[in-house]
Nanobody, 115 residues
Framework: QVQLVESGGGSVQAGGSLRLSCAAS????????MGWYRQAPGKQREWVSS???????NYADSVKGRFTISRDNAKNTVYLQMNSLKPEDTAVYSC?????????WGQGTQVTVSS
């Protein structure tokens, strides 16, 4: 059994910053790609960013230049540093991680950006 637990969500004013964390625990041996999705009310889930075990990163155009993904393989943890936040970044952010070919999900954390 593998669990992913996010933390770091909250409320912030536009222009502010938040840092999300997602820690994997349980029967974890090697987590390959980890990343983040988000879903705003009434909208489809949107992929945000990903990072491979080797550190290669990718970002959605909507967050490029503002968000930075990183990971600590020793801690099985992925981070999402979010700067210059906008009201349109408001969403539930969920992390994921691949072990072999199975994707595991966290429960999600709310991020609210007020104007």
């Amino acid at each position: 059994q593998v669990q992913l637990v996010e933390s770091g969500g909250g409320s912030v004013q536009a222009g502010g910053s938040l840092r999300l964390s997602c820690a994997a625990s349980g029967s974890v041996f090697t987590i390959n790609t980890m990343g983040w999705y988000r879903q705003a009310p009434g909208k489809q889930r949107e992929w945000v960013s990903s990072i491979t075990s080797g550190g290669s990163t990718n970002y959605a155009d909507s967050v490029k230049g503002r968000f930075t993904i990183s990971r600590d393989n020793a801690k099985n943890t992925v981070y999402l540093q979010m700067n210059s936040l906008k009201p349109e970044d408001t969403a539930v952010y969920s992390c994921y991680g691949f072990i072999e070919r199975t994707r595991y999900w966290g429960q999600g954390t709310q991020v609210t950006v007020s104007s």
